[in-house]
């Protein structure tokens, strides 16, 4: 399969049929990526399609000497998030981001999150930023330098709160099988939207 | 998966050694994190509806708060793609009347052989050969272009028929299959739908016969489209025994001299 690079540099002159390559290549991901910040396919949809629109018009700016594209994409969906909370709160930080739909989490984002598995729900206990790099690392396969250029901050930075993340998350859950989870963590239902940083 | 949670636990008791410590319970934990990966599939009708608002120049365009940037390259290549392709076109009607005779009804009509044997006819000039009918008149050529010049050109720009609602074809984007569907508007001639593969001919439809009322039609494809692939159809006036035979049967125009043919891609 080739490169990223290839494809952004035939739309960086004017190909937009290479711009559908990366499309699909991204689609998929980015979507999942808001969806699981945001709990909502309407919210998804909209975020997702301002992604790819807004990547469309600037990618004349991006050098793929400076990264890759795709961690350009992700921080482009991550500000997209921060974005669309920051229209309704004016206090968000940008670590906050994970967290703040929860104030307005309807009926439809909480029964998005009860279908999804435990332990999904039970990462909601770790803060946003730990939340984030775990998915993005053991679900999304990036690489360390990916997450943090899409997070920002060091490389070693996110190796170290990845391990944490895994070790507060495994402290959280206990012993750790499926059912356990249900058992160990049961009581962190009840401080599922909460911040622990 | 057993590689993966290999992997990962690998590189976690690298990053620290004393989870080492709790080998077992950290690997239930990531072993079920990988388990319970929510599977989320965006909506194959937003997902195709966004890619042709995307890979579709025009629809780019029209986004309101676009910032101009290198970005108008995009926008301005299919203009200056579409006169290269007229350039390249127009001068075969003007120096090979045999290839003339395989362009349909709707295609522009050549000019006359007097016309064909100037060859030092400008860009400019060639540029006004190929305007769409609205604009035959309208003189481009500058200063050097003459009146007389600028009115053979306008008929030249005429087409044949009054095909101000000509025939125009759409397809979508479409699953990996044995067929493809497409929409053809309006074809006031007996026609062909052929889907290519590249230079490769994968489906032919049977014969499109004239119509006012737009038609699906769907094309039969001797060889599966898979995902990934790039198609495109053009539509062919069938030169009268309904067999596709690309030395006979001539290249369909719209309306303003523009070969009717799209591309899709075939997503999933």
């Known amino acids: 399969m080739e490169d990223d690079s290839v494809f952004t540099a035939r739309v960086q002159l004017g190909n937009t049929e290479a711009f559908g390559v990366l499309y699909d290549r991204y689609l998929d991901k980015i979507y999942r990526f808001i969806y699981y910040k945001t709990f909502s396919k309407e919210v998804a949809e909209d975020l997702t399609s301002d992604v790819f629109h807004k990547a469309l018009t600037k990618i004349g700016s991006f050098d793929s000497e400076k990264g890759n594209f795709s961690a350009w994409l992700y921080r482009i969906a991550r500000n997209s998030v921060i974005d669309h909370y920051r229209t309704k709160k004016n206090d968000v930080t940008l670590d906050d981001t994970f967290d703040v739909g929860v104030d307005e989490r309807t009926p439809e984002t909480l029964d998005a999150i009860a279908e999804l598995g435990q332990v999904t729900k039970y990462l909601e206990t770790l803060n946003a930023k730990q939340r984030e790099i775990i998915m993005l690392r053991v679900w999304e396969e990036k690489s360390y330098r990916e997450i943090a250029e899409i997070v920002g901050g060091t490389e070693d930075a996110v190796k170290m709160a990845y391990s944490r993340s895994i070790r507060d998350l495994r402290e959280k859950c206990g012993q750790v099988s499926l059912g356990a989870i249900f058992l160990a963590c049961g009581l962190a239902e009840t401080l599922l939207f909460h911040d622990f940083s | ?268």
């Open chain 2, 1 to 268: 998966m057993d590689d993966r949670l290999t992997t990962i636990l690998e590189d976690l008791y690298r990053l620290d050694p004393t989870l080492k410590g709790e080998e077992e319970a950290v690997r239930a934990l990531v072993a079920t994190l990988l388990k319970e990966k929510p599977m989320v599939v965006p909506d194959p009708a937003f997902v195709m509806k966004l890619r042709r608002e995307l890979v579709v120049p025009s629809a780019g365009v029209a986004r309101p708060g676009s910032v101009a940037s290198a970005w108008w390259m995009v926008y301005a290549a299919p203009v200056g793609a579409l006169a290269l392709l007229l350039l390249i076109l127009v001068p075969k009607y003007v120096t090979s009347p045999t290839e003339t005779t395989l362009t349909p009804t709707l295609a522009p009509t050549p000019v006359t052989n007097e016309e064909a044997a100037d060859e030092s006819v400008s860009d400019a000039a060639l540029f006004e050969m190929s305007a769409p009918a609205d604009m035959g008149t309208r003189k481009m050529g500058g200063a050097e272009a003459d009146d007389s010049f600028g009115s053979e050109m306008s008929i030249m720009a005429e087409p044949a028929l009054d095909v101000s609602a000509g025939p125009s074809l759409f397809a979508p984007d479409q699953e990996a299959g044995g067929e493809i569907l497409a929409q053809v508007f309006s074809p006031t001639f007996p026609a062909l739908l052929v889907v290519y593969r590249e230079t490769e001919v994968l489906g032919v439809s049977q014969l499109i016969v004239p119509t006012e009322q737009p038609l699906e039609v769907l094309v039969p494809l001797y060889t599966r489209a898979v995902a990934g692939d790039v198609l495109t159809l053009q539509l062919y006036a069938d030169n009268g025994d309904g067999i596709f035979t690309p030395e006979v049967d001539a290249l369909a125009y719209d309306a303003f001299g523009a070969p009717l043919t799209t591309t899709l891609q075939v997503v999933r």
